[in-house]
């Protein structure tokens, strides 16, 4: 762990009178940097949020260049028959979000409306559809590269950005119900894969630190549900799966995984009958940018005024 400096006001302490001070979020929402909207983890982004969002954008967008990986963007919703497959609600199914709309007729609506008009229940007659909200932005990809027919030999690489959904409400302002994800994701052999996950692990540090952010490389693992999901999630760190990369925004106890390094194995290989080119199963592996993760990290660290950022964080970003 490389030392963490916080700022002075960085874990919200009290007043002289006893009194907290603003949270993060609320002085994110009083510069109008987030925008309310009375959910918690629904925010809108003001102009200057998203220019550091785009910047990153772009800066991720250049360390991969040389990669030459194939860019693909899905809107944030996803077929719900390759949601089911994927394997998604086995591990996580308290974050799921499904798109559910009114299939009624009009004896129905009318009922709808009586039922919004009296401040009753109205969702009763909603019907799930076949759509459901993207939980990260590398799950629309598998069934869309196994229809393709084996990898070739050096196998595949994409670049995907999307809005993802996790129903995990929070105040703080880092763990949002609908945020972006950026993700390469490597599909081939072992070798392959785990040579991507290194070398992201290299240049995503690089990047941290280009940004003069303090960060902490931390073995991790997903937030399975209930019993069996604390096995899988024990595994998952044994093994090495999972790494994140650590910022502290919302506290330095608990610093936030603004990267992550998953490795799947042969997982989505075998669920999607994927095969390399001798016919073995395909193992892949993706590392994720939280695009709001690490705008939150700048913002709270170089300050809410963009243009005071030190100049060298500046340059990366803007040149
Ligand atoms: P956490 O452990 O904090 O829940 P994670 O490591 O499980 O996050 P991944 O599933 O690996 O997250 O997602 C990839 C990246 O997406 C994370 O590194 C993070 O930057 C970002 N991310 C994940 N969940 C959220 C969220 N609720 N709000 C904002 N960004 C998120
Ligand atoms: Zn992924």
Same mark, same amino acid.
């Given at each position: 762990?490389?030392? #963490?400096?916080? /700022? @002075?006001?960085? =874990?919200? +302490? *009290?007043?002289?009178?006893?009194? %907290? ?10 510069q109008g ?47 719900r ?14 974050l ?34 076949? #759509?459901?909200? /993207? @939980?990260?932005? =590398?799950? +629309? *990809?598998?069934?869309?590269?196994? %229809?393709?027919?084996?990898l ?26 609908l ?39 931390d ?75 690490i ?25």
């Open positions: 762990m490389e030392s #963490i400096q916080p /700022t @002075p006001t960085f =874990c919200e +302490p *009290l007043d002289d009178d006893g009194l %907290a001070e603003p949270t993060f979020l609320d002085r994110l929402f009083d940097l987030l925008v309310r909207t009375g959910v918690d983890g629904l925010y809108g982004r003001s102009g200057a949020f998203e220019s550091v969002v785009e910047a990153l954008d772009r800066l991720i967008g250049r360390l991969g260049a040389a990669d030459n990986a194939e860019v693909l963007r899905f809107p944030p919703g996803m077929s028959p390759a949601f089911e497959r994927s394997g998604y609600l086995k591990g996580f199914p308290n799921a979000g499904t798109v559910h709309s009114f299939c009624g007729h009009e004896g129905e609506h009318a009922k709808l409306l009586a039922c919004v008009e009296a401040g009753e229940d109205w969702t009763a007659g909603q019907k799930a559809t076949d #759509i459901v909200l /993207t @939980p990260a932005a =590398c799950y +629309p *990809l598998y069934p869309v590269a196994a %229809a393709r027919g084996p070739p030999a050096e196998g595949r690489l994409f670049d995907l950005q999307s809005y993802c959904f996790r129903r995990e409400p929070s105040l703080e302002p880092t763990r949002m119900q945020f972006r994800m950026r993700e390469y994701v490597r599909m081939g052999s072992p070798d392959q894969v785990l040579a991507f996950r290194e070398s992201w692990l290299e240049r995503g540090t690089q990047m941290i630190r280009d940004l003069e952010l303090p960060l902490a490389i073995a991790a693992n997903d937030p399975f549900f209930g019993r069996a999901g604390r096995m899988l999630a024990n595994n998952q760190r044994a093994q090495g799966l999972k790494f994140e990369l650590n910022v502290p925004v919302n506290s330095v106890e608990k610093p936030t995984a603004c990267l992550s390094f998953n490795y799947h194995q042969d997982h989505f290989g075998t669920t999607w009958d994927l095969v390399q080119a001798d016919g073995d199963v395909a193992h892949t592996a993706c590392v994720g940018f939280g695009l709001e993760r705008t939150l990290a700048l913002l709270r660290h170089h300050g809410l005024d963009l243009a005071a950022w030190p100049e060298g964080v500046r340059r990366v970003l803007w040149g």
